[in-house]
């Protein structure tokens, strides 16, 4: 009886073991170490073993994806390898401030585009009448009307060396967002030397806080087809000797589509203690561009930010509906410090039939908006960026 009632009492702990979110052992760990065409199953790649990417590799729908902290995840550079997690799938990629996951290039002396980047496609609303497919030669849909939708979890994790252009105006870049829903985690990610924007939200609610891009080519967030979530902490910090050669390169690009219409929902990121950092110096590269791109009719909120040392400007707005929402207070622009290579270039609108770049500096100053002269060294060096991030010299 004594034992029988000690092996009860020994599932019961089990039991209440797992309920509580007790460790359990991976799952279905693949054989082989590269990784190539769909996963269809749930699927554990384990710190253990270092993964291989080759070509664009598929989450399927119904799918997980779990990768254990500390993980290592490179690409074939022959067959560039991106990881596309597809509608109804999840990834759950939880590393830790010491164990972070590593996706990056293969290549011992790395270069920007040596691979893709990572793909994530939700059901939350996008602003296109007909059902969207994400770019880059991937083809696959996004969007739909679950703004709670939940792809999974990013936590603790650096994209290196991605970005590939598969068509002109038709990249992959270092973390594509399409259509997440709000359910979804992201947060405490950085990209490093991506060769296109280091993050792009085509529509979607989800939330990000703590995302860093270090030395993009191209911008380095980028909203479009009615994004509507929240950024919180996010920094981005430029190479002056590195930049996309044939586009120009911002700290933030946003769109409300690519034509300028009002579809709804507008495009309206909501962005609070952002830290942009652009070259601030005369030999910087000529593509290195604005602080703030607003353009073709979107919206935004904006606060308790820092935009300094871009090169052509900080905050632009750059369409007469862009610039009605501004004055008429449905983009909220406040609290922030901007100053710029040339500082006659803080505030710049060429929408100047309805607000001169003046009028949009004197509207600025008066939301409690400054001009700055400088900057505090430490100021791209938060706290919650300490021990899971890098800063390599290009190659590196």
Request: glycine letters at 12%.
């Amino acid at each position: 009886m004594k034992k029988l009632i000690g092996l009860l009492l020994l599932i019961t702990l089990i039991g209440c073991d797992t309920q509580l979110g007790g460790e359990e052992g991976p799952i279905n760990v693949p054989q082989s170490t590269t990784l190539v065409g769909n996963i269809n199953t749930t699927t554990t790649l384990t710190s253990d073993k270092v993964w291989t990417l080759k070509g664009y590799v598929y989450v399927t729908d119904g799918a997980k994806l779990i990768i254990e902290p500390g993980t290592t995840i490179l690409s074939d550079i022959v067959e560039k390898g991106a990881l596309v997690i597809e509608r109804g799938a999840q990834i759950i990629a939880e590393g830790t401030p010491t164990k972070p996951i590593i996706f990056t290039s293969g290549r011992i002396v790395k270069l920007a585009g040596d691979w893709g980047g990572i793909v994530i496609l939700g059901r939350a609303k996008t602003n296109r009448t007909s059902e969207p497919t994400i770019e880059g030669g991937i083809g696959r849909p996004y969007g739909g009307t679950n703004d709670d939708d939940n792809s999974g979890v990013l936590r603790y994790v650096r994209i290196e060396y991605a970005g590939i252009a598969a068509m002109p105006n038709s990249e992959i870049n270092a973390l594509t967002l399409a259509g997440v829903g709000r359910g979804t985690i992201i947060e405490n990610i950085q990209t490093i030397y991506a060769n296109d924007d280091a993050f792009e939200f085509f529509g979607g609610t989800v939330n990000a806080k703590n995302l860093y891009a270090y030395a993009t080519a191209d911008d380095d967030f980028d909203f479009d087809f009615g994004y509507t979530g929240t950024i919180t902490n996010g920094i981005a910090k430029r190479d002056p000797q590195f930049v996309d050669s044939g586009d120009a390169g911002n700290g933030i690009e946003c769109d409300n589509d690519g034509t300028g219409s009002s579809a709804q929902p507008h495009t309206h990121p909501k962005l609070y203690n952002m830290i942009l950092i652009g070259p601030d110096v005369s030999t910087a590269l000529s593509n290195h561009n604005l602080g703030l791109r607003f353009r073709r009719g979107t919206q935004f909120t904006m606060k308790n930010s820092v935009i300094w040392g871009w090169m052509k400007g900080g905050l632009s707005l750059e369409s007469n509906e862009t610039a009605q929402f501004v004055k008429d207070g449905v983009s909220v622009f406040e609290n922030n410090s901007v100053g710029v290579f040339n500082p006659n270039q803080n505030f710049i609108s060429r929408a100047t039939t309805i607000l001169t770049s003046e009028q949009l500096k004197t509207l600025a100053l008066s939301k409690g908006n400054k001009e700055i002269n400088g900057i505090l060294p430490d100021l791209d060096k938060p706290s919650w960026s300490n021990g899971w991030t890098r800063f390599p010299t290009i190659g590196n």
